[in-house]
């Protein structure tokens, strides 16, 4: 199974880039994990929260395929334990899944046509993170998850 973390926008931040960096090579080591960064939006002052949600929403649209299994990173998704994450993944891994894709939207969120192409939503946390740390803090959730899979000692529960 392939692993494809889809973000809008660029982050600015060397320190966040160079830990999704980190992190998206050690999971490497574990299965095909690849981040598409959709570039900014330009002139978004003359834009309003929906026509930036609906142009955003069209790039990403165009990333996925139709058997992609789908999951927004969503503030009303569903909210897991780290290791109830892990069985997440272990079950999308063995239903035979070619390429699991969590999006990273913008930040107004989602146009109704990616919820509507969604297959599930997560929640990280109730708390509200930047779309740029949101990066980093995933990944490393991704990470933790395989690390508990193969019964690795990174992980203390």
Known sequence: MQIELIVVGKTDSKEVSALVEMYQKRINHYCRFSITTLPDLRNTKNLSS???NQSEGERILAQL????YVVLLDEHGEE?????????????????LKRLVFVIGGPYGF?????????SKLSLSKMTFSHQIVRAI??????RAFTILNNEPYHHE
């Open 80 to 96: 897991l334990r780290s290791m109830d994450f892990a069985q997440w993944i272990r079950k999308r891994m063995v239903s035979g």
């Open 65 to 68: 395929t139709e058997s992609d």
């Open 138 to 143: 995933f990944a490393e959730q991704i990470y």
């Open 111 to 119: 146009s109704e046509e990616v919820y509507r192409r969604a297959n």
């Open 50 to 52: 929906n026509q930036q």
